[in-house]
């Protein structure tokens, strides 16, 4: 019998624990659920006799030993700060780890000694990074064994609300951590275009869009995502002249988040005076200008230089911006009081479903003709509990445990799936599961 530890049961999590009940029989393995909250364990292992909840505390030093010192693969579904605690752990231990996250430069540093333990970290195994690793990093190849040059490759994933339960006027509703959407995009974005160096700062994030439309889904606007010239290195695309990484919305939200961004409502960094006795109203505010004259909403508008009948003013007016409703939160930042705000509006509501989609965009010459590659992907989320985002970081990160298991994946040390042992018996199962990339090649 081969024993599994998931260290968190979060929404990320609920696919993959699924997954690996569901073939816990055929593979004798035990599966061992630890969350701080115990009801939630017990809720995701849902009674099966191949798996137990327990409440796990990774600070807990004892425990974790314990726990850890049990299993054959720790999943850890933490938070990404504390991954390399369970991976120092899993050292000593010489057991192998699996998560979804970024690699972080605390983990990085235990590359050389997990090789001599003989162990594997697998990381990035989620949604993005993770299946769009593996989805981009499979036409690279067939690019280059097909003795093409790349010259362009662009990479978008979104996550949002599908399009038969979108019915609100930011087309937007929160299906993962909501702190993260309302504090995304902070620092500077970068990427290349045309051997050149483009940096998009935080102010302005939001204003540099691009359109994109994928398979079924409708229309898009792309924004800057976080470092893109990293990838050169990450895909051995050193010398393309262009590579972009971006977000996906619907169109229009940009332009109206950028309102928040250049108030200064997504700040983190200070707290809001006497903010628990302060209404919607207030909040919004003490961003403007004072004004014996002009109320909220036209001093808004006037700093904004936008019309009082417009789009975004209808967007902001339908979030309750401009209410007297009362914060009620003792020394909140901005951020936290905006995401209050928004969590009451744009919450997935009773039998609404979530979406995922996904965009490559290959440019490339061969034999002096140049050509695009397209590859799109969109997957609709079963419920509330198998999310699109559940299923779409679940399964992979379920498959490359089940890979580490079973033997069919023989490696040690940090890895990422860039590589074809990796990425190509997840993506042949994601298929089959009906994760399917449609790929169109055309002439340019």
């Known amino acids: 019998m081969k024993n599994i530890l998931i260290i968190g049961a979060g929404l990320s999590a609920s696919t993959l624990i699924k997954y690996l009940l569901d073939r816990a029989e055929k593979y004798d393995w035990n599966i061992v ?5 115990l009801e939630l364990a017990e809720r995701k292992v849902n009674s099966s006799k191949y798996g137990e909840a327990i409440c796990f505390d990774i600070f807990d030093e004892k425990q974790k030993v314990k726990e850890i010192g049990k299993a054959d693969v720790v999943v850890s ?14 050292l000593k231990q010489k057991k192998h780890m699996v998560t979804a996250s970024y690699v972080s ?186 004004s014996e004259r002009k109320n909220v909403e036209e001093k808004l508008c006037e700093a904004m230089n936008i019309s ?41 509501e009773k039998g609404d479903k979530d979406m995922i989609v996904m965009q490559h965009i290959f440019d490339f010459v061969i034999d002096d003709k140049k050509k695009r590659i397209t590859s799109s992907v969109v997957v609709l989320g079963e419920d509330q509990v198998h999310t699109a985002m559940s299923i779409t970081v679940g399964t992979p990160v379920a498959i490359a445990t089940k890979l580490l298991l079973t033997g069919e994946l023989n490696v040690t040390g940090i890895h990422i799936p860039i590589n074809k042992d990796l990425y190509t018996p997840i993506l042949k199962e994601l298929k089959e599961s009906g994760i399917n990339f449609t790929e169109v090649e055309e002439d340019l």
Request: charged share 30%; aromatic share 12%; glycine share 6%.
């Open 308 to 348: 009082f009948d417009s789009d975004i003013m209808k967007k902001l007016r339908w979030l309750g911006i401009f209410d007297d409703t009362k914060v009620n939160m003792k020394d909140a930042t901005p951020a936290q009081i905006l995401q209050k705000i928004l969590e009451q509006k744009w919450v997935l």
């Open 33 to 37: 659920v630890g969350d701080k909250s």
């Open 105 to 290: 430069e605390e983990v990085k540093k235990l590359d050389k000694a997990a090789k001599e333990a003989g162990i594997a970290f697998l990381n990035e195994l989620g949604v993005d990074p993770g299946i769009d690793h593996m989805s981009a990093m499979k036409v690279v190849d067939e690019i280059r064994e097909r003795k093409g040059r790349l010259l362009s490759f662009s990479s978008s994933t979104g996550g949002l609300v599908a399009p038969e339960f979108d019915n609100n006027p930011w087309n937007y509703k929160f299906t993962w951590n909501p702190r993260n959407v309302v504090v995304a995009g902070q620092g500077v974005a970068q990427y290349l275009k045309n051997g050149r160096v483009k940096y998009v700062p935080y102010n302005r994030l939001f204003l540099d869009t691009r359109k994109a439309s994928v398979l079924n889904a409708g229309d898009f606007e792309v924004l800057p995502n976080r470092d893109s010239l990293k990838y050169r290195k990450i895909y051995g695309l050193e010398d393309i002249p262009s590579i972009f990484r971006g977000t996906m919305r619907r169109p229009g939200f940009c332009e109206a988040w950028n309102v928040f961004v250049q108030l200064g409502m997504t700040d983190d960094t200070f707290v809001v005076d006497r903010s628990d006795d302060m209404s919607y109203r207030q909040f919004t505010n003490t961003f403007l200008p004072y």
């Open 77 to 90: 579904m933490l938070p990404a700060r504390f991954h390399h605690v369970v991976a120092e752990e899993c």
